[in-house]
């Protein structure tokens, strides 16, 4: 039998997988998309909220390595980003 993993919505049908199962496109569209959208709107205008407080710790001999930990966590936060352009480019 044929999954229906193209279609938009949370149940596929009871043949396929036999449980209740989320679609592939109801997936990526509802627990990946919208919450990366949303992120995207928000993170500028609470970075120059943020940015607009008085500094509350001093530069320490540490600054560079930590700076560079965050350089490291960033590139993580782009790998949901490549699985979603790959997965539209595939479609």
Known sequence: MV???NTFGPVINHGCRA????????EQTILS??????????????????GRGAKKVRQSFLYQLKLSSV??????????????????SAA
């Open 3 to 5: 999954c229906l993993d």
């Open 19 to 26: 449980a209740f199962d989320f679609t592939l496109l109801f």
């Open 33 to 50: 998309s919208a919450p990366s959208a949303l992120f995207l709107l928000i993170a500028p205008f609470n970075y120059l909220w943020l």
């Open 71 to 88: 350089d490291h966590v960033s590139s993580f936060l782009e790998i949901p980003k490549l699985t979603l352009t790959t997965w539209i």
